[in-house]
């Protein structure tokens, strides 16, 4: 069992930066693939990165976000990070961490097996 806790969000100006960290307990996150999604009001929930367990795989991130954030860990801490720049408001959502076994990185929700509670992001224009 895997347990997700998210913590970082806020209200943050169009043009900012915020690091989302997600705190993994019960199991290490060392064979478990990690994922953050978001689901904005009135919206499905939407993959935003991913980054397998494995060293050398690359991250995967979705088009809207891509060049903006940069997933990553720390595994001495068992965290992961979101950084996100240059935020928009159409960012603003609930972002929640995920967890899967494996090192593939899928896009999907139904993939995953354990979430976090999720931390709400608003960016103001």
């Known amino acids: 069992q895997v347990q997700l806790v998210e913590s970082g969000g806020g209200l943050v100006q169009a043009g900012g930066s915020l690091r989302l960290s997600c705190a993994a307990s019960?199991?290490?996150?060392?064979?478990?693939?990690m994922g953050w999604f978001r689901q904005a009001p009135g919206k499905e929930r939407e993959f935003v990165a991913g980054?397998?367990?494995?060293?050398?795989?690359?991250?995967y991130y979705a088009d809207s976000v891509r060049g903006r954030f940069t997933i990553s860990r720390d595994n001495a801490e068992n965290t992961r990070y979101l950084q996100m720049n240059n935020l928009k408001p159409e960012d603003t959502a609930v972002y929640y961490c995920a967890a899967r076994p494996g090192m593939a990185v899928p896009t999907s929700r139904d993939e995953y097996i354990y979430w976090g509670q999720g931390t709400q992001l608003t960016v103001s224009s």
């Open positions: 019960g199991r290490t996150f060392g064979s478990y693939t």
């Open positions: 980054l397998s367990w494995r060293s050398g795989v690359s991250a």
